[in-house]
């Protein structure tokens, strides 16, 4: 039931959870176009960067460009467009500082449960507070909850079992908590995996390694892009940093979706294309058939990028052997495939994928009744039904992940603001009639299909439809009518205007 005593004045107007990309950014967009909110930033981990300061295994690095990964608020200044992990977290941290975000964060806070009141209009966090010696359980009170906690779980990687695994007398290491000064050289590694992952440590792992094996399952579509944009560098030299980064990130963000929609609708071609750039780059028709031709189309799951075709050239070197098979048991000596074939290993390195978790795990109730999100649908992108006042931030699976960040921050700060004009202390997406479900995420990937039943859905049409399509997504997401789709309703309950309307 929902709790009667009144909450005069929250101690927040938004409360924030994250502090890696998308956190950093709904501060930014937040006290620049929202300036009377207050706000503040909830982090569980003791430092800002998110992905980027939890993963630090050899070779870390963004897997798109980041003139469109970095906000579109900060030029991006760095001379690789593929860039490492060191250089990213610096670039999250220098921007929280330049524009006094860093201020706003709450450290080693980290979100217990979340509960809305309906009577208050208000939710009321509760976080295990570890700032001091002593881990101290506390509530937060705010008006709207902003989820920029990413979508996978921290503490946890996909994990298949593996038969055999304690009979293994070497060491295996896992890339989402990697060791700090692990010493790898002149060792065996078989890395198991063909995902980002994979095929980031591989050839990076292979520079001081004996030898690194990479074990598939079945190949993955592999694209080889340049480390550094020498279009990006012209622009930077003739032009203004903010004007040069903004022309940059416009032609990317063109070529990008491109490409995806030129896989999408001539998915043929696209194999051959790709086909034929991957035994440009591999030198070896065969090994290309055996190892790099996938059964699936190009886009249907997320494309690997490789920087100058690093991992192809440490193939071509011999440092690095690809073995498609599956994994029989594990043995002390290493790995026994199913072709009775032994991979001999002093290191495995499971790059076996991620656990999608939304919201760190944490399951919000609205007046003490738990909410299933697999029953509500998402609005825009980021709302959802049966939350009032809560917005999530998801990236594009296509496309960079701040594109989509950025416009939900964006659209989140128009929400506020229309609330602030209309009068309401609360806000939420309401259907304009029956909607069909599909899935969020429409990608064939492991790590989402594991999650497909613990997501909430999209419908099918206008604001319900989760586009991967920053363009469509740029041109209409700022431009909406909000009172179509949105319920906004002041703090004695009644509907503060006609705002839920029949769809155009």
């Given at each position: 039931?929902?709790?009667?005593?009144?909450?005069?004045?929250?101690?927040?107007?938004?409360?924030?959870?994250?502090?890696?990309?998308?956190?950093?950014?709904?501060?930014?967009?937040?006290?620049?176009?929202?300036?009377?909110?207050?706000?503040?930033?909830?982090?569980?981990?003791?430092?800002?960067?998110?992905?980027?300061?939890?993963?630090?295994?050899?070779?870390?690095?963004?897997?798109?460009?980041?003139?469109?990964?970095?906000?579109?608020?900060?030029?991006?200044?760095?001379?690789?467009?593929?860039?490492?992990?060191?250089?990213?977290?610096s670039y999250?941290?220098?921007?929280?500082?330049?524009f006094?975000?860093?201020?706003k964060?709450?450290?080693?806070?980290?979100?217990?449960?979340?509960?809305?009141?309906?009577?208050?209009?208000?939710?009321?966090?509760?976080?295990?507070?570890?700032?001091?010696?002593k881990?101290?359980?506390?509530?937060?009170?705010?008006?709207?909850?902003?989820?920029?906690?990413?979508?996978?779980?921290?503490?946890?990687?996909?994990?298949?079992?593996?038969?055999?695994?304690?009979?293994?007398?070497?060491?295996?290491?896992?890339?989402?908590?990697?060791?700090?000064?692990?010493?790898?050289?002149?060792?065996?590694?078989?890395?198991?995996?063909?995902?980002?992952?994979?095929?980031?440590?591989?050839?990076?792992?292979?520079?001081?390694?004996?030898?690194?094996t990479?074990?598939?399952?079945?190949?993955?579509?592999?694209?080889?892009?340049?480390?550094?944009?020498?279009?990006?560098?012209?622009?930077?030299?003739?032009?203004?940093?903010?004007?040069?980064?903004?022309?940059?990130?416009?032609?990317?963000?063109?070529?990008?979706?491109?490409?995806?929609?030129?896989?999408?609708?001539?998915?043929?071609?696209?194999?051959?294309?790709?086909?034929?750039?991957?035994?440009?780059?591999?030198?070896?028709?065969?090994?290309?058939?055996?190892?790099?031709?996938?059964?699936?189309?190009?886009?249907?799951?997320?494309?690997?990028?490789?920087?100058?075709?690093?991992?192809?050239?440490?193939?071509?070197?011999g440092?690095?052997?690809?073995?498609?098979?599956?994994?029989?048991?594990?043995?002390?000596?290493?790995?026994?495939?199913?072709?009775?074939?032994?991979?001999?290993?002093?290191?495995?390195v499971?790059?076996?994928?991620?656990?999608?978790?939304?919201?760190?795990?944490?399951?919000?109730?609205?007046?003490?009744?738990?909410?299933?999100?697999?029953?509500?649908?998402?609005?825009?992108?980021?709302?959802?039904?049966?939350?009032?006042?809560?917005?999530?931030?998801?990236?594009?699976?296509?496309?960079?992940?701040t594109l989509?960040g950025?416009?939900?921050?964006?659209?989140?700060?128009?929400?506020?603001?229309?609330?602030?004009?209309?009068?309401?202390?609360?806000?939420?997406?309401v259907?304009e009639?029956?909607?069909?479900?599909?899935?969020?995420?429409?990608?064939?990937?492991?790590?989402?299909?594991?999650?497909?039943?613990?997501?909430?859905?999209?419908?099918?049409?206008?604001?319900?439809?989760?586009?991967?399509?920053?363009?469509?997504?740029?041109?209409?997401?700022m431009?909406?009518?909000?009172?179509?789709t949105?319920?906004?309703?002041?703090?004695?309950?009644?509907?503060?205007?006609?705002?839920?309307?029949?769809?155009?």
């Amino acid at each position: 039931m929902a709790s009667r005593q009144q909450v005069s004045t929250p101690d927040f107007d938004v409360l924030v959870v994250g502090a890696g990309l998308s956190g950093i950014g709904a501060g930014y967009r937040l006290q620049t176009e929202c300036p009377e909110r207050t706000y503040a930033i909830l982090e569980a981990r003791e430092s800002i960067g998110g992905t980027w300061d939890l993963f630090r295994y050899p070779g870390i690095r963004s897997d798109s460009d980041m003139f469109t990964l970095s906000f579109p608020f900060k030029p991006w200044s760095n001379d690789d467009s593929i860039a490492d992990g060191p250089a990213i977290l610096s670039y999250i941290k220098d921007t929280a500082a330049e524009f006094g975000i860093d201020e706003k964060i709450q450290f080693r806070t980290k979100v217990i449960s979340a509960d809305w009141s309906s009577v208050n209009s208000v939710w009321t966090v509760t976080v295990e507070d570890r700032s001091s010696n002593k881990a101290v359980v506390r509530t937060i009170t705010a008006s709207f909850l902003y989820a920029c906690s990413g979508y996978y779980d921290y503490n946890q990687g996909h994990e298949p079992v593996f038969p055999g695994i304690d009979d293994f007398s070497g060491l295996v290491v896992k890339p989402q908590f990697w060791p700090e000064n692990l010493d790898y050289t002149g060792k065996k590694v078989v890395i198991i995996g063909s995902g980002a992952t994979a095929v980031t440590l591989v050839p990076s792992m292979a520079e001081d390694a004996a030898h690194v094996t990479m074990l598939q399952r079945s190949p993955t579509w592999i694209g080889v892009v340049p480390k550094t944009d020498k279009v990006a560098d012209t622009l930077r030299s003739a032009l203004p940093a903010g004007i040069a980064h903004k022309v940059v990130r416009t032609k990317n963000i063109m070529f990008n979706m491109g490409v995806y929609e030129f896989c999408q609708r001539q998915p043929k071609l696209a194999r051959k294309l790709f086909l034929g750039l991957t035994t440009k780059a591999l030198k070896d028709e065969a090994a290309v058939a055996e190892h790099f031709t996938p059964t699936y189309d190009p886009w249907d799951q997320r494309l690997c990028a490789v920087p100058n075709g690093d991992l192809f050239k440490a193939i071509r070197k011999g440092r690095v052997d690809v073995v498609t098979d599956h994994i029989d048991t594990f043995v002390p000596e290493g790995i026994r495939l199913k072709s009775g074939k032994v991979l001999e290993a002093d290191i495995v390195v499971p790059a076996t994928g991620l656990k999608i978790q939304l919201f760190g795990g944490v399951k919000p109730t609205v007046d003490g009744a738990s909410v299933d999100l697999h029953e509500n649908f998402v609005w825009q992108g980021c709302m959802l039904t049966g939350m009032p006042n809560f917005a999530l931030c998801v990236g594009y699976t296509n496309a960079s992940w701040t594109l989509r960040g950025d416009l939900t921050s964006r659209l989140v700060c128009k929400v506020l603001n229309e609330m602030a004009k209309v009068g309401a202390a609360s806000v939420v997406p309401v259907p304009e009639g029956p909607l069909e479900a599909r899935p969020l995420l429409d990608i064939a990937s492991g790590y989402v299909q594991r999650a497909l039943s613990d997501l909430p859905q999209q419908g099918h049409r206008g604001a319900w439809r989760v586009r991967q399509n920053y363009l469509i997504d740029s041109a209409t997401t700022m431009r909406r009518d909000l009172h179509k789709t949105l319920r906004f309703t002041p703090a004695s309950g009644a509907v503060a205007k006609d705002v839920v309307k029949a769809s155009a």
